[in-house]
């Protein structure tokens, strides 16, 4: 059963850092499409970045600020977030399809951790 652990999230003032982990409990992330989403509350879960076997996505909202990488070697996913607003607060989930293509569609993803908060104060 395919397990995915999100660790990382934290409470930070506007324009600081964090770095988001997830771990796998399996290997198949070479060729799995992987993403990250987040949820606030009153709000739809949204997309926020994803890497896939066609190259990476990110949404609009986190451009030029959020960074998606992965290690096949220790089936992890990460997610580099600089200049955090905060709007940025939210609930952020890992999540995996079993399709190559990266895409930022919920529906699209077939296994999901059960998140790490993020709080970004002003």
């Known amino acids: 059963q395919v397990q995915l652990v999100e660790s990382g999230g934290d409470s930070v003032q506007a324009g600081g850092s964090l770095r988001l982990s997830c771990a796998g409990s399996e290997y198949s992330y070479s060729s799995d499409a992987m993403a990250w989403f987040r949820q606030a509350p009153g709000k739809e879960r949204e997309g926020v970045a994803c890497?896939?076997?066609?190259?990476?996505r990110y949404a609009d909202a986190v451009k030029g600020r959020f960074a998606i990488s992965k290690d096949n070697d220790k089936s992890s996913l990460f997610l580099q977030m600089n200049n955090l607003i905060p709007e940025d607060t939210a609930m952020y989930y890992c999540?995996?399809?079993?399709?190559?293509?990266?895409?930022?569609?919920?529906?699209?993803?077939?296994?999901w951790g059960h998140g790490t908060q993020v709080t970004v104060s002003s």
């Open positions: 999540a995996r399809r079993d399709q190559y293509r990266c895409v930022l569609s919920a529906d699209e993803y077939n296994y």
């Open positions: 890497i896939g076997g066609d190259g990476s």
